[in-house]
Structure formats: C-alpha cells, structure tokens
C-alpha cells in the first residue's frame, strides 16, 4: 500500500486541494479540528521529523511560508492561528508522511491535551 499522503499529492486518492506547485500540496483536513483546519506537506515522502536532512530545510520551511500564505488567503492571519507538526507515538501522529496542521477560526486553547 502507498503512503496516504503521497497518494494525495499524486492525486491518485482523492482531496479537497487549496494549493499546490512542484514541492509542496495543501488540502482540507477530512476530520477539522477547527473552523480553519487544512494540511500543508511536501510532495516529497519523508516520513516523520525525525527523517528529516539538513537539505530539507528550504523545502521545511515552504511548508511555513506555504500555510502563511493560505491562512492570509483565508482571512485568519491577523486573528490567529496554529502550526502543528506531531512526531511519532507520543507526538500524536498517525500518518506518516510529515504534515504541517493549520488551524484557525475560533481560540485555541494552550497547552495542548
Ligand atoms: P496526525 O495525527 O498524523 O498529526 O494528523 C493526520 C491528519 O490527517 C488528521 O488530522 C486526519 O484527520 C487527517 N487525515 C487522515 N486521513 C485523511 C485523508 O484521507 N484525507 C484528508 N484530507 N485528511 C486525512
Ligand atoms: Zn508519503
């Protein structure tokens, strides 16, 4: 079986796609945490932060740049929002493809559960 989130950014699987080019793939989270909830990830596999090479970091940081930019899109910047990127187990990640989580669209609690 191939990675989820690849499969997404190959469109072979189905999304609802904000934003793409040739590094990275935005899409609607299928389960929204939040008003404003979407996915920013490359089209890249790296499979957890822990995979990640000193020569990803442009590319890492797109994925910043990339989420800023849909969240101005989307009208919440000035209010507020949250970046997520969980790492393994204890991190609370269950696809193994890294993805940035934007969330936005009502307050946030901190710290998170
Ligand atoms: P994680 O728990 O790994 O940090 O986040 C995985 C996220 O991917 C979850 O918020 C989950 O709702 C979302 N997700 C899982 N499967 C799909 C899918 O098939 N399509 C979309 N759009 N999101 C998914
Ligand atoms: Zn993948």
């Not at 994925?63 to 970046?83: S, V």
Request: charged fraction near 20%.
């Amino acid at each position: 079986m191939e990675c989820l989130f690849c499969s997404i950014a190959k469109q072979t699987i189905p999304a609802d796609i904000i934003y793409q080019d040739d590094d990275v793939i935005a899409f609607h989270d299928i389960a929204p945490q939040a008003p404003n909830h979407f996915l920013v990830i490359p089209k890249k596999h790296i499979t957890t932060i822990n995979d990640l090479e000193p020569e990803d970091a442009s590319l890492f940081g797109k994925l910043a740049i990339t989420a800023k930019q849909i969240a101005t899109a989307q009208g919440i910047a000035d209010n507020g929002y949250r970046l997520v990127m969980n790492c393994n187990e204890d991190g609370g990640q269950t696809v193994y493809h890294i993805h940035l989580h934007v969330l936005g669209g009502r307050k946030l609690q901190w710290p998170p559960g």
